[in-house]
Structure formats: structure tokens, C-alpha cells
């Protein structure tokens, strides 16, 4: 258990002694108010001694003087109060001689304690949430008050067109869009790299929502014809490109640039042209586990083997 706080036992001793004071005040204001009230009710009644007037005269005047200067010394001790921290008034429900208000001053610590630690833990969750790039939230933690990003609900001709510029950036990939059932919403689109790999891409507006990785043989059809979005590859290789893919798909990422987060999606994909002559940037090999390096740096798209990651 840690050692007490000096200062805090000092202010709260204080602050017991000022309502002890306050206490007594309140009962000596209410003996003095009903003296005031006895002795202007008494009167002059059946006392003939008129020279005796000026001395109940004076006498009911210095009990209101002493009236008049217990309530400023209420008022003092209550500035104090206020004066003092809200310690001070929690510590105040200890001294209430009420049964049921026993437990009150323990609870109210424990709860206080409480909330403490959980606006502790809720600055650092924030603060690590902020810093998530694996959020898939449309709307930023650090700005909810920002409107939200519709890029989720972009219209179809923006796809085409975002689709139409990224089969310009390399000779050897070609992508083609298609809408399944006429989604105004979703979009699939197949990317050929060469003959090297052919992926399907699940667009929801311009946000990609699933990637697959194939070998440029294998089939992205089902048998009855529709794309097959679930069904892994066969061979190992592409299984661990399919989750490198979706891995690279979440860290690029940007509901607030969508066409750059697609843009470096499709450069990313495009890195794996030269997948099976690739040497990995740390052994210096080409295969590991019979596997070539799958794995590509994010930002340089440098090769490497799973286990050689850095
Ligand atoms: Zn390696």
C-alpha cells in the first residue's frame, strides 16, 4: 500500500476541524437567536422600574451583537469551505452521523478511483488507436466532426475511370472491371500480371475489400461462371501472396485518398512481375522452404522470404 499523502491528510484533517467549527457555530447562532427571541419576548412585563428600560435595551442590542458576529463567522468558515477543494466535501459525508450514509464516503473513493482509471486507460487506448493503421473505420478517431469519406459509395464511372488510369501504368498488367449483377455499389476487378499471377480484387466504391491471388493458370470462375472470391489458390505461393495481398490492401489503406491508396495497391501487386527470379534482400537466395520471397517491403517493395522479414 503506498504511504499517505502529507498534504492530502493535512487538508482533510483541516477540513474536518473547519466543519467541526462550522458545527459548533450553527449551534451557538441558534442558542443565541432564541436568547434575542426570550428576552424581546419577555419585554418590560411586569417590571415598574422604568430606569431599568435602558438596560434591557442594551442588553437585547449586545445579544444581537453577538448574533451579528457568530454569522460572520459562519460566513468565514463557509468562504473556507468553498475555498477548498471538493476533497473537502466528500471528506465532510464521512462526519454525517446518518446510518446509511456509512458506506458513502468508501464508495464514492472507490468510484472516484475508478473513473480515474478508466480516463487513464481510455487517453492511452486513444492515443494507440490513433496511431492503428490496421483501423478499417471510415471515420477518423482524432476528427469524427469532419464529415465522413464517401468513397465508399463512389459512383460506378469513377471506378472505370480510376481502373482506366492504372491499366496505363505497366505494360504487363492487365485490369478489367466488371459488376456483377449491375451493383451500382460493388465491383469486382481481375488483374492479370503477365504469366505470373491473375488476382480478384473485391471493390466496395473505391475502398478494396478483398483481394485473391492465383496462378495466371488457375481459374478465377467458378463452374457455373461467376468469380470465385473465396476459393484459394492451389498452390502455396499464391496462398501466401493472397495473405500478404489483403495484409498490404488494409496498411494502403486511405479513405481519405482512395485513388492513391489503389494506385499504390496496384504497384504493390505489380512488384510480384518478378516474383520467381526475385532474391530475397536478406539471404540472398531465391527459394526458402521450397517458396520464393513472398513477401514484399510496403514502402520500398523490396523481396523477401516470410522468415526473413525485417
Ligand atoms: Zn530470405
Not at 463567522?73 to 475555498?83: G, L, R, S
Not at 504497384?267 to 536478406?282: A, E, G, I, R, V
Not at 517458396?291 to 514502402?299: A, V
Request: charged content about 20%.
Amino acid at each position: 500500500m503506498s504511504a499517505p499523502n502529507p498534504a492530502s491528510s493535512t487538508s482533510t484533517e483541516e477540513a474536518k476541524k473547519n466543519s467541526t467549527d462550522l458545527a459548533a457555530s450553527l449551534q451557538e447562532l441558534r442558542q443565541l437567536s432564541n436568547q434575542v427571541f426570550l428576552t424581546g419576548g419577555r419585554g418590560l412585563a411586569g417590571d415598574q422600574d422604568t430606569s431599568k428600560d435602558h438596560s434591557w435595551l442594551q442588553h437585547l442590542q449586545e445579544q444581537f451583537g453577538s448574533v451579528n458576529s457568530t454569522i460572520k463567522d459562519i460566513e468565514e468558515a463557509t468562504a473556507q469551505f468553498q475555498a477548498q477543494t471538493n476533497v473537502l466535501m466528500i471528506g465532510n459525508v464521512d462526519t454525517d452521523p446518518q446510518i446509511e450514509s456509512f458506506q458513502l464516503y468508501s464508495d464514492l473513493a472507490k468510484n472516484h478511483r475508478w473513473f480515474e482509471k478508466v480516463n487513464e486507460y481510455a487517453v492511452g487506448a486513444s492515443a494507440f488507436l490513433g496511431q492503428n493503421l490496421l483501423k478499417r473505420s471510415y471515420c477518423n478517431f482524432k476528427s469524427r466532426r469532419k464529415p465522413l469519406s464517401t468513397c465508399h459509395i463512389a459512383q460506378p464511372d469513377h471506378l472505370t475511370k480510376m481502373i482506366s488510369g492504372i491499366n496505363k501504368m505497366f505494360n504487363d498488367m492487365k485490369v478489367t472491371v466488371s459488376r456483377p449483377g449491375g451493383s451500382m455499389l460493388n465491383a469486382v476487378v481481375e488483374v492479370h500480371l503477365d504469366r505470373i499471377l491473375k488476382t480478384v480484387i473485391i471493390f466496395k466504391g473505391l475502398m478494396i475489400e478483398w483481394v485473391v491471388v492465383k496462378g495466371w493458370k488457375e481459374d478465377l470462375l467458378k463452374p457455373d461462371g461467376q468469380v470465385d472470391i473465396w476459393g484459394e489458390s492451389r498452390y502455396q505461393v499464391f496462398q501466401r501472396i493472397t495473405e500478404n495481398a489483403n495484409a498490404a490492401m488494409i496498411h494502403f489503406l486511405s479513405p481519405a485518398y482512395p485513388e492513391l491508396a489503389v494506385r499504390s495497391f496496384m504497384t504493390y501487386l505489380h512488384s510480384f512481375n518478378s516474383l520467381f527470379s526475385d532474391k530475397c534482400k536478406q539471404c540472398n537466395c531465391h527459394l526458402q522452404n521450397n517458396l520464393p520471397p513472398t513477401w514484399r517491403e510496403f514502402r520500398t517493395l523490396e523481396p523477401y522470404h516470410e522468415d526473413c522479414r525485417v
